[in-house]
Structure formats: C-alpha cells, structure tokens
C-alpha cells in the first residue's frame, strides 16, 4: 500500500536532539514532528535508509542522544490541521485546577468529563488544552490517565527526564494512588481488598467494557471504609495495587457494590435515585497522590472533592439524619 501523492512537499529537515529527549526511539521521534505521516511512511524511509542520525543510517529502534542531528528526506505530507483552541473558560478551569507546579511536574484537580487526551471523536482533551496553556514549556505528557468521567490528582510531566522517573516509580509501585468512591449497599469493614483477574472486551459498538475472568491479568485493588450511610450506600477509600483499565469500577462491581453513576458497570436504578441528591456524575475521584520527586524527597498531593459530590454527601447525611429522627 502506498501513500497518495497529495498534500505538500517538505524539502530536507534537520533536528538537533536537545538532551530531554535522549533516550527516545527514533520512530516515536518521527511520529510526533511528522504530524499526519502515514506509520507506513516513517518505516518506510527508515527502512531504506533515508532517515539519517550522524550521518549513518539506523534502525527504527535506535534510541536518540542528545546532540543527535537527524536528517530527515524531503516527503508529501497532508497539510496539518490546526487544533481546535481551547476556550477561554476551559483555560481558567484547568488554570484553577492545578495544586502544583515547578519545573519538573504539574499536578492538578482534573474536573469530570474531560478526557486525558483527544481521540475517538474527542478533537481537545486536558493534555492538548495544557500544551497551549504552557507554549514556551517543549515538552509536556501525561504521566497516567484518569478515565474521562473520573476526578482527581493526575500528573503531566515537564522534562522527558521527569516522565521516565515517574514511569519507573510507577512500575516499582513507589507511587501511591489513592481514591474516594461511593458504592451501593452496606461495604463490610472486614472486605480489604479485591483480588480479580481482569479482561478487557471490545463489543460490536466499539465500546471498551472490562470483566472479572480467571483469564484476565492479575488485578488488586486495597479498600477501606470511610463513612456509611446506613445500609444503603457507603464512601471507602480505593488504592489499586496494579493499573488495569476501569479497575476500581469493576473490582466494586465484582464485590456487589457498583461505584454510583457508573453508566457502564453500575445500576440504572441507584444512579437514578442519587440523581435527586445531585449526584449526577461518576462518583470516583482519585482524592490522593503520594508521590517521589524527580527533584528529590517525596510529596502528599490531595484534590478536594468538589462541590458536585460534597453537596450530594451532605444531602445524604441530612437525608439520613431526618429519617433517625422521625
């Protein structure tokens, strides 16, 4: 298959590797200056040869160094799209959001509904709406993800050197992750955790849904109560040990306590119900981040509820406390 011979000619282009981003490989490299090349493209002009590091040819795996130059040939690419700009509202929304910055990391309160990143019919998610918030910063990445509908603490990284750091402590499990969850029924003090295997399924939609299965990958999610209100609903705290997709909100399913709002794993008739008490969103937000720094020592980041959720907790306890009463 080859690429139409559409869009515009770029004649040769130089780069010269700035050492933030030693330790890329070469074809992740190519994808994010080439914007719209075709995957086929990028092997191909590697594979021949044409892609030229030093002077010498190399393969797609090679990994940059700083002070690399790299000689990229002259080939038709579509003419870029601009991105959508973001508004000036969702900047003062994420500008209010952020608990911490320096040069290194920001770690900030990502509100409800927006998506990490753009795709699948999302044209600008948090980390596009950072990069035009940051211009003058080269580079900047999520270090993790939050599931759309989900709240909390998450981390961009400013320095490739930070991301790597934080990717290693994330694998050797030195980061901890901790959420606020509200669940249906009367979660027993002596469940502790939840140890499933999980599976991620595509159905014919398209849509992503994970299940509990004796074939799925090793998942562990620690849990402790926090408040209950009555037998009916309960607040507990939710660290995963791994970080498989939709963990925690299957892993509450799977123990009988869907989390409340979840349109895909929880009960059609509770989330009706919490409606009434304003709780209209996904009631999972990641309150905590305990965390060691690329700079050295270690931090405690925490993200507030919102006024969404702690309105809705507070009209529960009047609820609660209404019905003792009478």
């Avoid at 010498?56 to 870029?80: A, F, M, S, T, W």
């Avoid at 998610?125 to 003058?136: K, N």
């Avoid at 869907?258 to 929880?266: H, M, Q, R, T």
Wanted: glycine residues 8%.
């Amino acid at each position: 298959m080859t690429e139409k011979n559409t869009g515009t000619l770029r004649a040769v282009q130089w780069f010269e590797i700035d050492p933030e981003l030693a330790g890329q490989r070469i074809d992740n490299f190519l994808r994010t200056k080439l914007k719209g090349a075709p995957k086929t493209l990028i092997y191909r002009i590697l594979r021949k040869g044409e892609v030229r590091v030093n002077k010498k040819r190399i393969k797609p795996d090679y990994r940059l160094q700083g002070g690399d130059l790299v000689r990229v040939p002259p080939i038709r690419l579509n003419d870029e799209k601009q991105p959508p700009k973001a508004s000036v509202n969702l900047v003062e929304l994420i500008e209010k959001s952020i608990i911490f910055e320096d040069s290194d990391l920001i770690v900030l309160n990502k509100p409800s509904g927006l998506a990490v990143h753009g795709g699948s019919g999302i044209s600008l998610g948090l980390i596009e709406t950072a990069r035009q918030m940051r211009p003058e910063v080269k580079f900047l990445e999520l270090v993790h993800r939050l599931d759309r509908d989900t709240s909390g603490c998450i981390m961009i990284a400013k320095k490739r050197s930070a991301l790597r750091f934080l990717h290693e402590a994330l694998r050797s499990k030195k980061i901890t992750k901790i959420y606020h969850a509200l669940v249906e029924g009367k979660w027993s003090a002596r469940k502790t955790k939840v140890d499933a295997p999980l599976q991620k399924n595509e159905l014919k939609s398209g849509e992503r849904i994970v299940k509990a299965h004796p074939m799925g990958k090793p998942s562990l999610t620690e849990f402790k109560v926090l408040q209950r209100f009555g037998s009916w609903l309960t607040l507990v705290e939710a660290r995963p040990i791994t970080g498989r997709t939709h963990q925690i909100r299957v892993h509450s399913q799977f123990a009988g306590h869907p989390i409340i709002g979840d349109e895909k794993y929880g009960t059609d008739e509770a989330n009706r119900e919490m409606r009434g008490f304003g709780i209209k969103r996904l009631f999972l937000h990641a309150a905590e981040l305990r965390v060691p720094m690329p700079s050295g020592g270690r931090q405690i980041f925490k993200a507030p509820l919102g006024n969404e959720l702690e309105s809705g907790l507070k009209k529960l306890k009047q609820q609660l406390e209404k019905e003792f009463q009478d």
